[in-house]
């Protein structure tokens, strides 16, 4: 069993940088894939990064490519999201999840751990 939390999200202006925090409980956390998803109002939940457990591999969708870096730190039971030069349409609420998959994945199914959401605004 996994819990996650995230944190870090806020009201930024376009251009500007959030990072977001995902916290995790629980002593098998190293054994998951941890991928970030965003919904915003009226739309599906889409991928936006993912990271493997060892941390050695990564994937992005296209739309934050350059912009968006994901890490993961497993002696602290975290992962973050390092967002750079946002822009309105970054703005959603951004769900951290846990999955025991290999390969960093962008499919909402594989993830069996999700947190709560943390919101995301940015103004133009």
């Known amino acids: 069993q996994v819990q996650l939390v995230e944190s870090g999200g806020g009201l930024v202006q376009a251009g500007g940088s959030l990072r977001l925090s995902c916290a995790a409980s629980g002593r098998t956390f190293s054994t998951y894939a941890v991928g970030w998803f965003r919904q915003a109002p009226g739309k599906e939940r889409e991928f936006v990064a993912a990271?493997?457990?060892?941390?050695?591999?990564?994937r992005y969708t296209d739309s934050v490519k350059g912009r968006f870096t994901i890490s993961r730190d497993n002696s602290q039971n975290t992962a973050a999201l390092q967002m750079n030069s946002l822009k309105p349409e970054d703005t959603a609420v951004y769900f951290c999840?846990?999955?025991?998959?290999?390969?960093?994945?962008?499919?909402?199914?594989?993830?069996?751990?999700w947190g709560q959401g943390t919101q995301v605004t940015v103004a133009s």
């Open positions: 990271i493997s457990w060892s941390g050695a591999m990564r």
């Open positions: 999840a846990a999955g025991q998959i290999v390969l960093p994945s962008p499919s909402v199914d594989l993830y069996d751990y």
